[in-house]
């Protein structure tokens, strides 16, 4: 059994609840809350995220025969084009923003810099929705408004990583985080219901909720997060209590030397040609590449397609199909998690994340060919899809991450976590991600 030792620094909440200090909650309480608020905090990020997707219908032109129609400068027969033009400048934004997050959040206070994160993505959320009551139609103020937004919310993932990996070991790394990644699917979901319900009464207050929504999680997580067991006084988790103690007592027994200096340098942080020298970063987010390439097209273009596109011969209306494409997300929920139990099953996760991902080549060319037929089999189809492609995602960003910036060979070193977490989504978000609003662009017809 851990016994907590003397806390650090407590969260403020801790101040207003004393309960919730140890001895009063064991370990595992405070690690189920870890995952709770990290839980709440990047859903939040996701949720505020997910309006763009939902107003595209109708900032854009409805029909080719109606270009006139939509939001200035989004409508005429460019359009489409201005749209996906907003989407690469967030993911640009945000892919250069994710290399200097991961940096960052070594070396500062993990909680601050994600409430901070989480503050300005609110923010900007609001900001955009108010050029709906400001009439604004200016293509560079929403293209300034993206950047900004972007650069915050790539604070996100690096923080909330590096906290998980903080409180969890490996084992059952897969199932735990296969669970808790599916934040990103419910944000998602909450984002397109919430956005799709407010779409009627102007598209601002799409912006708007989310916004505030995100604000309102950041206080929260401001207030409870933990970064890591040692803040609360407890030395680590599981059977690597075992493995420190017998580290400590080597220590003891021998002289300063190369080991000694390796051990004091436990909480420092890592640099870029290191990170990319672990064994398994470039593989991997080799692989995350192509995943989230598809991932990404849908997030952003999916109601888009959906309301552009006759289901049963009959084309649904702007909120049906911001509430329909969050069948893409249920499905990678379950696809997380699925991901996630099976790679710790068979002890692969490399084997697991392949196998989906060439599931989801027919998967994906089913729904594009059969999915207009009728309403059961978009949603089927839209559902195994979404469970294909979001399985290996969740699998790679989450347990492979933590994997691989915890490895033996760089000594446990958690602090390398966020820095080894920001690059291999760096790399796939300068191209992985960019990539889909780039190809709408460039190649979808459009609506001309």
Request: glycine share 18%; aromatic share 14%; with cysteine.
């Given at each position: 059994m851990v016994q907590p030792q003397e806390p650090v620094k407590l969260s403020p909440g801790f101040s207003l609840f004393p309960s919730l200090k140890p001895p009063n909650k064991t370990l595992f309480f405070h690690q189920i809350t870890a995952l709770f608020v990290t839980f709440l905090a990047y859903a939040s990020f996701h949720a505020s995220r997910k309006p763009p997707s939902i107003v595209k219908s109708v900032l854009g032109p409805t029909l080719q025969s109606d270009s006139d129609s939509g939001w200035a400068p989004f409508n005429g027969p460019h359009g489409t084009h201005r749209l996906g033009e907003l989407d690469l400048a967030f993911l640009t934004s945000y892919s250069l923003g994710m290399y200097f997050a991961g940096h960052i959040g070594d070396r500062i206070d993990l909680r601050l810099f994600l409430v901070f994160g989480m503050m300005g993505s609110g923010f900007l959320t609001i900001l955009f929705g108010l050029g709906y009551w400001f009439s604004v139609h200016l293509l560079i103020y929403f293209v300034v408004v993206q950047i900004l937004c972007g650069l915050f919310q790539s604070?996100?993932?690096?923080?909330?990583?590096?906290?998980?990996?903080?409180?969890?070991?490996?084992?059952?790394?897969?199932?735990?985080?296969?669970?808790?990644?599916?934040?990103?699917?419910?944000?998602?979901?909450?984002?397109?219901?919430?956005?799709?319900?407010?779409?009627?009464?102007?598209?601002?207050?799409?912006?708007v909720v989310p916004g505030i929504l995100i604000i309102f999680v950041g206080i929260f997580v401001f207030l409870f997060l933990v970064v890591r067991p040692e803040d609360l006084g407890f030395e680590t988790t599981g059977k690597e209590v075992e493995m420190n103690v017998e580290n400590e007592e080597k220590l003891e027994n021998e002289e300063v030397g190369l080991l000694g200096m390796e051990s004091s340098d436990s909480f420092q942080a890592i640099g870029f040609l290191e990170a990319w020298r672990l064994p398994g970063v470039a593989p991997f987010a080799f692989c995350l590449f192509f995943s989230k390439l598809v991932a990404y097209t849908f997030l952003y273009w999916l109601p888009f397609y959906i309301r552009h596109t006759a289901v049963a011969g009959v084309h649904l209306s702007h909120k049906t199909a911001g509430i329909l494409s969050t069948?893409?997300?249920?499905?990678?929920?379950?696809?997380?998690?699925?991901?996630?139990?099976?790679?710790?099953?068979?002890?692969?996760?490399?084997?697991?994340?392949?196998?989906f991902l060439i599931l989801s080549i027919p998967a994906l060319v089913l729904y594009r060919a059969y999915g207009s037929l009728s309403m059961i089999t978009n949603i089927s189809l839209m559902f195994i899809s979404g469970l294909l492609v979001n399985g290996p995602y969740s699998l790679i960003t989450t347990a492979v991450a933590a994997d691989l910036g915890t490895q033996d060979l760089i000594k446990g070193n958690s602090r390398a976590l966020a820095t080894v977490t920001c690059h291999y989504r760096w790399y796939w978000f300068c191209w992985g991600s960019s990539w889909p609003s780039f190809g709408w662009v460039y190649f979808h017809p459009g609506m001309e």
């Open positions: 604070i996100g993932w690096p923080c909330v990583v590096a906290v998980v990996g903080n409180w969890f070991g490996k084992e059952k790394r897969g199932l735990i985080m296969g669970v808790w990644n599916s934040h990103t699917s419910i944000g998602n979901i909450i984002g397109s219901v919430v956005a799709s319900g407010v779409l009627e009464f102007g598209w601002g207050w799409s912006f069948i893409f997300d249920v499905g990678g929920v379950f696809g997380g998690i699925l991901a996630g139990f099976i790679s710790d099953m068979i002890e692969a996760r490399a084997v697991t994340s392949v196998a």
